[in-house]
């Protein structure tokens, strides 16, 4: 699926799409069967024209996605091409960044983050994230599972929620003897599903991860990887991964992001193809892609 | 063997170190164990002067007595340590809360634009301003346009300005320090600024915070220039409790001051005692610090 067909899709997900337009270059609506794994029909997040910027420097460009709820959405691409740049875009982690800009549109469940009155800590809460290098807070496991709920104020039993957090997150069985011990005294790959469990303590809707394994030794990261397919169930997981056979393990979509260099010199990150992950592994539309993938390029 | 400039000529089989090599390090490590020594030296023969001079004068009646120019036996410096421990609560009270919060604005909350630059810029400057200027600042706002008098609050008042913007500075260095991924993971929970602040960015920065106000505080209560100008008194005439901030005040750098300045060597001697008293009460308020700060730092781990 090429970029313009993205946007026939985006008419195919509405489905009573009485008028359409013969000029497209997408079979019509009819054609495409109503579990075509292609079609985004209930997207979590519609991004439309997602231009970001870092001062004047612009990123990322003419971004258009629409990313499926309860699968899980990898981001791949060679680096310094905006995977993690676009990452952030989805829960305004950008607002952090002195200078970084955000134009276009970024509809949660048909909600524009980017809208006037959004308050991006209301963002956040639906929208967890989990970072790069494990950073589970200076206190205990419990501390750092309740942190998040007990500042959305979680109301329940903390005790129960510890648990089902950690067990959640495939750690219980390791930890429950040492609750009240330092998050940090853990392995690195221990740490990684604290943080996982801090996220899913706050019951968000979404949970990013921003190479979440790239600290990680294979065991760890098989791990994780388990977790990650065990939580499709309940939440919409978008990853970001330089790890290709990573993306082609775990995940049901991938987006291969690439840099645009333009004759003077200036590059900026682009979708290049976004598709069911068989797809992209197996017969990726643009050449890039499939140079990409065969290792041919980056 | 003349061309022989690359260094493993030797036996490639033995560790030991060449010889230029092992000489090179401990002329450096000699040189940096002399700077060291000078600091430590002169302070310690300061002390032990002090001590040598002072300690006979030193007993129960020395702090409770007042000053004296008469009678050495019957001098003391109760007004001048009673002013102190005052101006230390005061100063202590004052000076935490507003240096530290205006460190956690200029870094977490204040936007990043060139007044704030410029701010920041100047706070750095002021700590560098002499202290007489601040003394100065404080007779014209504190005695002079507030009508506090030459007064206990307005000495603890121009004392905080003095020092605030060391506070602020290290304050802000100890947040600086925090990890920018405690930040982030904060804030990608949810919480707000001032939760992730308040939560995770202070516990850290707390121990550096602490070390901050304790160098500021010492440095408060070792002045004179700038109570003097407040306008403090070697005593407190009236028969008033310590706190009683509307009073007139002194403080033992000034009766340190006054004794030094005696023509004669006996009370110059108990210059010395003052000094031991002073000394006194700053360790005992680093300690109360450090004891602090080492609980803090304990929580952080």
Known sequence: MTLSDEHANEVNGMQQSTTTDPGLAAPPATATAPDDPTVVTEP??????????????????????????????????????????????????????????????????????????????????????????????????????????????????????????????????????????????????????????????????????????????????????????????????VIVTHNMQQAARVSDRTAFLSLDVKEDGVRTGIVVEYDTTDKIFTDASDERTEAYITGRFG | MATTTTAPTTDRATFEQPKHRARREL??????????????????????????????????????????????????????????????????????????????????????????????????NLAGVPSVVYGLLGAGLFVGILDLGRSLLAGGLTLILLILPVIIVTSREAIKAVPNALREGGLGLGATRWQTTYKLLLPQALPGMITGAILGLSRAIGEAAPILVVGATSARFRNSSPLDLLEQFSALPINIYNYTFDPDPTFQAIAASAIIVLLGALLLMNGIAIYFRNRASKGVR
């Open chain 2, 27 to 124: 002329r450096i490590r000699l040189g940096l164990q002399a700077a060291t020594l000078v600091g430590v030296v002169v302070l310690a023969v300061l002390l032990v002067r002090v001590l040598a001079v002072g300690l006979e004068f030193l007993d129960w009646g020395f702090l409770t007595s007042l000053p004296s120019r008469i009678d050495p036996s019957q001098a003391g410096v109760s007004p001048g340590l009673t002013g102190t421990l005052s101006l230390m609560l005061i100063v202590a009270i004052g000076s935490f809360p507003l240096g530290i919060g205006a460190a956690l604005y200029l870094e977490e909350f204040a936007p990043k634009n060139r007044l704030t630059n410029l701010i920041e810029t100047n706070i750095a």
């Open chain 1, 44 to 237: 979590v997040f519609e991004l439309q024209d997602v231009n970001v910027y870092y001062g004047d420097f612009l990123a990322v460009r003419d971004v258009g996605l629409r990313i499926p709820s309860n699968e899980i959405t990898a981001l791949i691409g060679p680096s310094g091409c905006g995977k993690s740049t676009l990452l952030r875009t989805l829960n305004r982690m950008h607002d952090l960044t002195h200078g970084a800009r955000v134009e276009g549109e970024v509809r949660y469940h048909g909600h524009n983050i980017y809208g006037p009155n959004v308050d991006p800590v209301e963002v956040r809460r639906r929208i967890g994230m989990v970072f790069q290098k494990p950073n589970p807070f200076p206190k205990s496991i419990y501390d750092n599972v309740t942190f998040g709920a007990k500042i959305i104020g979680y109301k329940g039993d903390l005790d129960e929620l510890v648990e089902r957090s950690l067990r959640g997150a495939a750690l219980w069985d390791e930890v429950k003897d040492k609750l009240h011990e330092s998050g940090l005294s853990l392995s690195g790959g221990q740490q990684q599903r604290l943080c996982i469990a801090r996220a899913i303590a706050t019951e968000p809707d979404v949970i990013l991860m921003d190479e979440p394994c790239s600290a990680l030794d294979p065991i760890a990261t098989l791990r994780i990887e388990e977790l990650m397919r065990d939580l499709r169930k309940d939440y919409s997981i």
